[in-house]
């Protein structure tokens, strides 16, 4: 497809950057989006691909650099100014409000006047229906957001942003929730926007999608421009190396020596949930970690909330060293001496406004206590065994735990389970939003519990993480095993090079080939 | 079983049965509006229940709760509270008589509404501009109103003497029908309208209903907010120039306590505390049924302290029945 030189651009980014607190997010960065393309937006985590979509909806304004849409500068940064400007965003489940119906979502902002200046919600109902009608898709415009399915909401809020006649669509990873007949229609209808002349900036970590759907694509790395190139001049392995990179952000030197025992510590036999995960087989051993990589949707946490007792059991047998057992709450598992470090460490993990010697003591505090009291000198030697353990970086025992840095804080998150002293151990995403300092010595953390005998399950989307982690990684796919990897096969036979980049690269095909065939 | 195409699968069935669920919840307030009226009608209509008199009386000790009320909607809905209303419903009936002594009938309700408009705006302010949640600003706000309209009227209370004003606000009847009766419904038709057919209705349910979506798809939720604060303290300052008309003089004790009224009429109408839903008519019917049962009560021959006892029993159940549907 040839588009016009003088054609006005989209949307053009030139030279953007932004930080959060001295960390840069986003270091003079360019895009260029024509009407009428798709054009796919690709990285990996922290590259900083939502930072520019952020900008781009105006949440977040830039710190140098400008911002075109159809020629026209954006100066406010606003929410309110991009939506005028012409740019829609499909969030991931973020825009629609649970308590009102599909139509009232869909024309929330932007309602139905009547003949007496009221709400039309009967108006907004059959506009809905054309909207959904012209996608194909079967979705209920008199139903509440909140009872709708995972794909149904996601479809709505393709429809929401369709509905806003928008100039520049924005999808970010829009079809994590959607069939794959959902996702043809999608498809379908992006062509035909684009046929009217609209941009369209998809993001998504499938990359048969961008393959299939896209007219161009932009690679960011590290909040650094890679490329910018047709999607025809690109193949998968192209892709995936520029995404990758060449530097394995200080993971490469920490070594994995086979800690594996004999003993089995977790198996599940046909495991299934309610909808995910389906038919799981899995064995660790005794001081054996393994990985569970997977992209958005698979189902990679469900293995872990099941065996946690967050999700039910709908059949197959949990076995822990070798006894069958029922695991119905989280309490269940934490008797039975398995630990969940969940994602959302801020709200589920620790108390951000107790000390650092509080949080360690949290879950065991019956333990180091007589008559009710808090035994001092207990309590006093567990922290300062974990802090130092830990290598927690705190002025003292007695600071909050808010004055830490995001690395330190999951330290202390660790350090709470680790007091408990748990035989399993499951990490769900350990270092999301830490900094690369921190995140090694994380890695390491888990490397030096593996040696002491524990079972670890470690589920990540930064793959470097899990190959530096892992002896094993499980990728996951619809819910699925679909693969079972030796950690050792992924390196490269030759031996050249960066080995951590070689077996990242590996990984990530796995992780395309599984979903390509799935 | 094969594989369900995720998008289209749970729709139908599951949307009925929870709009069924749902209907329930929200109709069980007139049921239980129903069923308590019968009740008293059986088991008081000897001491004079359903005399005229007596249901006329019901309307008019309800009628400020149910003004105030309609605005709690508003409030709630938006995922906020106003604790301020009962004592900035005492502190309005103070400026309104004090200010009809100095300045006219007029002056008297500019001062009255004034009152109104500027703790809106202050409470607006804190919780919005700096941040300080509205159960916090609001609370702190009740005791200033109260304190401030101790100090100006010196804790006395303050007559009004214009009859026409005490008809028009409260101790009127046209005919047989109190005044208030007219107040009442004008404020449900009102509150009814704009919640449920003009945009500001609509985004102030989206505010409540998750903060975040309103405010990506384009709301501005803080002046929503602001907003529905002022509508909120507006509401209040009319209750207390209402009371200050039917009493005849303006109080600092006047609406005292009545915000636990008040919430409790929105909550019973089917509001939820946490946002996001709301009805004005199930307001103005919980508000009505807290009458009822006030009075029935009243005539059943209970104490105070056992009104009070049976009130909050009342209050937590219809919070437990609120809640319901979210556990899942």
């Not at chain 1, 086979?258 to 089995?264: A, E, M």
């Given at each position: 497809m040839t588009s016009p030189a003088d054609s006005v651009p989209a949307v053009r980014m030139a030279g953007v950057s932004k930080s959060f607190g001295g960390v840069r997010a986003l270091d003079n960065v360019d895009l260029d989006v024509k009407a009428g393309e798709i054009h796919a937006l690709l990285g990996g985590n922290g590259a900083g691909k939502s930072t520019v979509l952020k900008i781009l909806r105006g949440v977040y304004r830039p710190d140098a650099g400008t911002v075109e849409v159809l020629g026209h500068k954006l100066s406010e940064h606003t929410p309110d100014e991009s939506t005028r400007a012409g740019i829609a965003m499909i969030f991931q489940e973020m825009s629609l409000v649970p308590t009102l119906t599909v139509a009232q979502n869909i024309f929330l902002k932007q309602e139905i006047p009547d003949a007496f200046g009221f709400v039309d919600d009967k108006e907004a109902v059959r506009r809905s229906r054309v909207l959904f009608k012209s996608l194909d898709v079967d979705v209920d415009p008199l139903a509440l957001a909140d009872d709708l399915g995972a794909g149904q909401r996601q479809l709505t809020e393709i429809v929401k942003a369709i509905s806003r006649k928008a100039k520049v669509l924005i999808l970010d990873e829009p079809s994590t929730a959607l069939s794959a007949h959902d996702v043809e229609k999608l498809f379908a209808f992006l062509r035909k926007l684009k046929t009217e002349g609209v941009g369209i900036i998809y993001v998504s970590h499938r990359m048969d999608e961008i393959m299939r759907i896209a007219d161009r694509a932009t690679i960011f790395r590290d909040g650094k421009h890679v490329l910018t190139a047709p999607i025809k001049d690109l193949t998968l392995e192209t892709i995936i190396e520029n995404v990758v990179?060449?530097?394995?952000?200080?993971?490469?030197g920490i070594t994995r020596e086979?800690?594996?025992?004999?003993?089995?510590l977790v198996e599940l036999r046909g495991v299934s949930g309610?909808?995910?995960?389906?038919?799981v087989n899995l064995k660790i051993h005794a001081g054996e970690v393994i990985g569970i990589a997977g992209l958005l949707g698979s189902g990679r946490s469900a293995i872990a909330r099941l065996l946690f007792g967050i999700d039910r059991l709908a059949s197959g047998q949990i076995l822990l060293d070798g006894k069958p057992v029922r695991i119905k709450l989280p309490a269940d598992a934490i008797g039975l001496g398995v630990a969940l470090i969940p994602e959302d460490r801020l709200r589920q993990g620790v108390v951000l406004d107790h000390s650092v010697a509080d949080n360690l003591a949290l879950s065991i505090f019956d333990r180091i206590s007589a008559w009710g009291f808090v035994k001092k000198k207990s309590f006093d030697d567990l922290a300062q065994k974990h802090i130092s353990g830990l290598k927690v970086k705190t002025t003292s025992a007695q600071s909050p735990v808010r004055n830490l840095s995001g690395g330190n804080q999951q330290k202390v998150v660790l350090g709470k389970w680790l007091a408990s002293n748990p035989s399993v151990i499951i990490l769900d995403e350990p270092t999301a939003g830490i900094d690369i300092g921190s995140k090694s010595e994380i890695v390491m953390l888990v490397r030096e519990l593996a040696r002491q005998g524990k079972g670890i399950l470690m589920i990540s989307s930064e793959l470097n993480e899990l190959l530096s982690a892992c002896d094993r990684i499980i990728v996951m796919s619809d819910g699925r095993v679909a693969r079972d990897i030796d950690r050792n096969s992924l390196d490269d036979p030759e031996r050249k090079g960066d080995d951590l980049q070689f077996a990242e690269r590996q990984l990530q095909k796995n992780l395309q080939e599984v979903r390509t065939h799935a | 079983m094969p594989d369900l195409p995720a998008a289209t699968a749970p729709a139908s069935r599951g949307v009925l049965s929870m709009s069924f669920l749902s209907n329930w919840r929200q109709n069980i307030i007139y049921l239980g509006f129903v069923a308590i009226f019968i009740f008293f009608a059986v088991t008081l209509g000897s001491k004079g229940f359903l005399d005229s008199t007596n249901l006329l009386n019901i309307i008019r000790q309800t009628a400020m709760i149910a003004v105030m009320a309609v605005a709690m909607t508003y409030v709630l809905a938006a995922g906020e509270i106003d604790l301020s209303i009962g004592a900035v419903a005492g502190l309005a009936s103070v400026a309104a008589a004090m200010g009809m002594d100095a300045g006219g009938v007029i002056f008297g309700i500019l001062c009255g509404l004034a009152t109104g408009l500027l703790v809106g705006c202050v409470n607006g302010l804190l919780t919005?501009?700096?941040?300080?949640p509205s159960f916090l600003t609001t609370l702190a706000m009740m005791g200033i109103a109260k304190g401030v309209s101790m100090w100006v009227s010196g804790t006395k209370a303050v007559p009004i003497l214009s009859d026409s004003y005490n008809w028009l606000f409260g101790g009127g009847n046209l005919g047989p029908i109190p005044v208030l009766l007219f107040w009442m419904l004008a404020a449900a038709v009102a509150g009814h309208v704009v919640l449920r057919k003009t945009t500001f209705g609509r985004w102030v349910l989206a505010t409540g209903g998750s903060e975040t979506a309103a405010r990506y798809s384009g709301i501005a939720t803080n002046t929503i907010k602001f907003r529905v604060l002022i509508v909120s303290s507006m509401a209040a300052a009319i209750a207390g120039m209402l009371y200050a008309g039917r009493f005849q003089t303006g109080r600092f004790q006047l609406g005292e306590g009545d915000e636990l009224s008040v919430i409790a009429a929105a909550v019973l109408g089917g509001t939820s505390l946490f946002g996001g839903k709301g009805t004005v008519v199930g307001s103005i019917i919980g508000a009505l049924m807290i009458g009822l049962i006030n009075n029935g009560l009243i005539l059943a021959g209970l104490e105070f302290s056992q009104q009070l006892i049976a009130r909050g029993a009342i209050i937590i159940l219809a919070v437990a029945i609120s809640q319901n549907r979210k556990s899942r």
């Open positions: 990179g060449r530097q394995s952000r200080g993971l490469s086979d800690t594996r025992q004999d003993k089995v309610i909808h995910k995960p389906k038919d | 919005t501009g700096i941040g300080i």
